[in-house]
């Protein structure tokens, strides 16, 4: 059964127990209302009645009479009404009609009398009129009557219970009625509010279809007003979220690509040359004097794969938390001593100057070798990018922190190319896919995953064709327990 068939059926449900319960409720209500008007109105007949035919002698107080010419006429006239009508005296003895045959009130009933209370009931049993006939079930009140505190009449109206029950079958047909119509409009209200429910979860269900056809920028209006309007607003967020993570494959899967051909392409020229060489040498074709710089170059070359290797696996080990970092302190001038002095070739190579500027000791918290692996790459990619330009390592100690700088007067960088520079596989200048120095695209990436290992910060600052500088910040040791000790979030 369809979900709309399903709230209909709920809702019709519902609306027609609520009517049900609410009619037979009326209906109830109604009886016993009947009932109170009937037995209120006899009660006022009787008071007419015993005012009009009681007769109390002034000079003897104790003697109570009836009016029978009064009696008479007012039974005539009750009886037009359907009431009928019963005098009994203080000792439970029937006093008017006279020739009509009464069984006397029951002792429980005339207890109750003599107490002053008036008696509402329904009598099974039948009445004999005065003509000798049997007539229908009446419903009685019992109401007595004291003159000086002494019982001295009862009075016994009755009304036939059929011409009561006519009165509220009646009210009970009508009843009926506006039932009937009611759930008439129930089943309208019903179909008209489960279409609209269901409405809303199909527009929910088409728009699902959009998403799972790839169409990621789908958005349904949300009013915030119930559960449907938060599945709604759900909805919206994880549609967001999948076109964000769709752009990010699909920006992943062309740096990717990107870097397959570039490794493809400095892995082809190595492997060509080694090759090249290998079958000289195989075939001795290279002369004995060029021999050693044959080697030479083999393993320079050889080495580059190896760099270009290495870096792919420390980025997955990064990344995958493979690495544990051995954490001490130590002074970073010696460190950064070392870096400089192995990097200086290279910089002269590209006619740079490169220098170190700090004290001569400098205390930070960090892996050693993976201090110089940061340091190392942000100072290769600095000498990379700068031509005939000055490079400046600098260190200096902050609050609770080891701060060192490189920065230099190169080609510099924009705001585009800042947001991107730690991503993996990206390049800040695509036009070098073949330098001496084997650029990757993944050098500042496995520098920013390290730094964060370390609980630090770094930050770029550039201008394109003035420079860049680099930040780097390793907290203290205490710091850093700090950091572990944080939750996760």
Known sequence: MKLMYQQMLGFFAAITIILVLMGVSYSQMTRHMVYSNTWNSLEKYANSLIEQSLRISSQHPKVVNFDTTALENSEQLLQNQAVS????????????????????IASSDWKKLKNNQIIHKVVDRRVRNKNGQVGPAVTEVMKPYFYNNKLVAVVV?????????????????????????SCLVAIVASYILARYYTS?????????????KGNYDVQMASRNRDEIDDLI????????????SQEEIQRQEERRREFMANASHEMRTPLTTINGLLEGLAYDAIPEESKEESIELMRSETSRLIRLVNENLDYEKI?????????????????????????????????DALELQAPKEIPVYADYDRF??????????????????????????????????????????????????????????????????GESGLG???VHQLVQLHHGKISVTSKEGVGTTFTVIFPDQHQTNSERAKPAE
């Open 85 to 104: 009508t019963a005098i009994y005296n203080s000792s439970n003895r029937i006093v008017f009609p006279a020739n009509v045959y009464q069984q006397s």
């Open 157 to 181: 109206m009755g009304a036939f219970v059929s011409d009561i029950n006519t009165n509220v079958n009646q009210i009970n047909r009508n009843l009926i009625k506006s039932l009937l119509f």
């Open 200 to 212: 809303r979860i199909n527009r929910l269900r088409k728009a699902t279809n959009q998403v799972a």
């Open 233 to 244: 607003n759900d909805f919206n967020g994880m549609a967001h979220s999948l076109k964000d």
């Open 319 to 351: 990344r995958s938390n493979q690495i544990m970092l051995n954490l001490h302190e130590f002074n970073a001038i010696d460190a950064l001593h070392n870096i400089v002095e192995q990097l200086k070739q290279k910089a002269d190579d590209s006619g």
């Open 372 to 437: 110089v692996q940061i340091m190392f790459n942000i100072t290769q990619n600095a000498i990379q990018f700068t031509q005939q330009g000055n490079i400046t390592i600098s260190a200096q100690r902050g609050y609770e922190e080891t701060i060192v700088k490189v920065a230099d007067t190169g080609m510099g960088m924009s705001d585009k190319q800042l947001q991107n520079i730690w991503e993996r596989y990206y390049k800040a200048d695509p036009s070098r896919k073949n330098t001496k120095y």
């Open 444 to 446: 500042l990436s496995i």
